[in-house]
């Protein structure tokens, strides 16, 4: 069973006629890519950048916020 993200992939790899090889190393490097910006993401907010990020966020919410009143 595929997930959303991998059925468009899959989509996408055939409409391309990519050989099956090239997707998975594709689909193995993305992979990787998301984990890797997820544990630099982790990482961001354990250290000391935390206060700066959660200022961030909030500062980012409330832009949406004030986006939706305009």
């Known amino acids: 069973?595929?997930?959303i993200q991998e059925f468009i992939l899959l989509?996408?790899?055939k409409k391309l006629h990519v050989s099956r090889s090239t997707f998975n190393f594709f689909?193995?490097?993305l992979h990787?890519?998301?984990s890797h910006f997820?544990?630099?993401f982790h990482m961001s907010f354990v250290n000391s950048f935390r206060?700066?990020?959660d200022e961030y966020i909030s500062n980012l919410i409330g832009l949406i916020h004030i986006n939706?009143?305009?």
Do not use: D, N, Q
Request: glycine share 0%.
């Open 32 to 34: 990787f890519m998301v």
């Open 1 to 3: 069973m595929y997930s």
């Open 27 to 29: 689909t193995c490097s």
């Open 51 to 53: 206060p700066r990020f």
């Open 68 to 70: 939706k009143h305009l």
């Open 11 to 13: 989509i996408e790899a």
């Open 38 to 40: 997820f544990l630099m």
